[in-house]
């Protein structure tokens, strides 16, 4: 280059400045590497402090610009746009992430901080676990509780039934790699935590006590519904994991009992991973009386919960589609079994299977009701395309508005809940209910299939339903019944979500 030029004084600048640049690229990684507290970083130079780091590189910038400004402004450009370039198009780097090393210690001082005796009810916002059978048949509904998140924990759980000590390694590492890229693939912000246990419900316990950290652990608890309804592959209908093949679930069921080893190349082939979904399969099914022991531990573990109905036919692309026509996100902030059992006289209200709460606006579970439906239509998608109703009873057939009409519209008003009230009508349920109290022998059956007559009467044009998830009960030989309750409430009622809340979310004294 020199005979090129003619003159060493001319390319001398250019050399400095590359010099210059070097160490201070070097000052700068050593000074990161300080912060982040990395075990790995012990530098020999024995005089070195991260003050050092910072008088060398402010050192080396400053000499570059009075060497040469032009030069250097134009080398800064071509650093910035080579780093953007590595970041963005080059494989995961064998040296490693600085930044990685940055965020963790930052997030572990922060976490520290955080102190879980400071919760305020005003801050308050959902922190879910939904638990994962098959992500193949859970897709809408992964995506549906990432809306109604609010910038809370999301975590995905998932059980393994076995045990450790009856295997040669740990079968949820290799399998781990796969839920981060379905996470990914999704674009859902969400961690991934799975678990080994004996069963369902013992694995479900370990993920509500265990998941998150610090102050950042789950307050809610999401579980599919439990029903004989088949299942729909969501993989192949909203494009994930495009490209993957087919892979039988006999050949899944080997890898995880670790007969076949999973190969490195199949790594992001994570399509390929999660099991096909056999509408007749029934095998490794829940049982009822494990699925509702499962509801009535996160209720002792002080959780809320949610069961999510039919969110195999939410059809969120459609709704993008038909811009002109108004969703609904309905909510019934009532106990339907409360109103059926105060009917019964007292000593037989009192030996009931089920226990009752108050069917008030205000109980816990209706408030949060109301709550988790705002969130929803306050994330960007739900916003511009639906609207909140709230539906009020009217005991009587000739009322034409509901006795709490004006306290639930000034509640709203005093929590800013834009949300429209709708009475309705009890009418015939509140017969076929009387019918009911007068013969402790007869079921509910009736009165269950007239209220979701009821409800689907006022169903137009609705994406999503919030429904009163009673508490379930205290015998375990009433939860085939109880199960049968909620499914003949919620019966072709589309996209539904049962809830049982038990936090303080809104304070009206604030």
Not at 421 to 446: F, L
Not at 496 to 502: A, D, E, P, R, Y
Request: with cysteine; charged share 20%.
């Amino acid at each position: 280059m020199t005979l090129f030029v003619g003159q060493l004084n001319t390319i001398a600048p250019i050399v400095t400045i590359f010099f210059l640049i070097s160490y201070a690229a070097t000052d700068l990684a050593c000074l990161a590497l300080e912060w982040a507290s990395a075990p790995n970083f012990r530098p020999t130079f024995k005089l070195f402090t991260w003050h050092t780091c910072v008088l060398g590189f402010i050192s080396c910038v400053i000499m570059m610009f009075l060497i040469q400004a032009l030069y250097t402004s134009v080398s800064v450009v071509v650093l910035i746009i080579l780093l953007i370039i590595i970041h963005y198009r080059v494989p995961t780097s064998s040296w490693g992430y600085i930044s990685q090393a940055l965020i963790f210690h930052q997030v572990r001082k922060y976490m520290l901080m955080l102190d879980v005796r400071k919760e305020h009810v005003k801050f308050w916002r959902p922190q879910i676990l939904l638990m994962v059978k098959n992500p193949r048949s859970s897709c809408q509904l992964i995506e549906f509780i990432n809306s109604i998140k609010k910038s809370g924990l999301y975590v995905l759980g998932h059980v393994s039934i076995g045990s450790l000590s009856e295997m040669e390694s740990d079968i949820l590492k290799p399998q781990y790699n796969h839920w981060l890229n379905l996470v990914d693939e999704m674009g859902v912000k969400a961690f991934v935590e799975l678990t080994l246990s004996k069963s369902v419900r013992e694995g479900t316990e370990h993920l509500l006590r265990i998941s998150g950290l610090g102050g950042m652990k789950p307050n809610t608890l999401v579980l599919g519904f439990h029903d004989n309804l088949p299942q729909k592959d969501t993989f192949k209908d909203l494009g994930i994991f495009k490209g993957g093949h087919s892979r039988t679930g006999s050949s899944i069921a080997s890898i995880i009992s670790h007969d076949q080893p999973i190969e490195e190349d199949d790594a992001f082939d994570s399509g390929s991973f999660f099991p096909d979904v056999v509408e007749t399969d029934d095998s490794g099914k829940l049982a009822t009386v494990d699925y509702v022991a499962i509801i009535a531990d996160a209720i002792k573990l002080q959780k809320n919960v949610c069961l999510a109905r039919y969110f195999n036919q939410l059809d969120k692309t459609s709704m993008a589609q038909d811009k002109a026509k108004v969703h609904y996100i309905d909510v019934w902030p009532v106990n339907f079994l409360t109103h059926i059992v105060d009917r019964r006289n007292n000593s037989e209200a009192s030996t009931s299977a089920f226990r009752t709460t108050s069917s008030s606006f205000f109980d816990t579970t209706c408030v949060f009701l109301m709550q988790m439906a705002c969130i929803l239509n306050m994330t960007p998608f739900w916003k511009n395309r639906t609207k909140l109703r709230i539906f009020l009873f009217t005991e009587t057939s000739d009322d034409s508005t509901a006795p709490g009409d004006e306290e639930l519209e000034e509640f709203l008003k005093t929590v800013r809940i834009k949300a429209e009230i709708k009475p309705v009508k009890w009418g015939d349920v509140a017969t076929s209910s009387d019918q009911t109290a007068t013969n402790p022998q007869s079921n509910y059956s009736d009165t269950l299939k007239k209220i979701n007559s009821l409800i689907r009467s006022q169903h137009s044009s609705t994406a999503v339903t919030f429904l009163y998830l009673p508490t379930p009960p205290m015998s375990m030989d009433q939860c085939v019944d109880y199960i049968d309750m909620l499914t003949q409430i919620s019966d072709n009622l589309g996209p539904t979500l049962f809830v049982h809340g038990l936090s303080h979310v809104i304070s009206t004294t604030l």
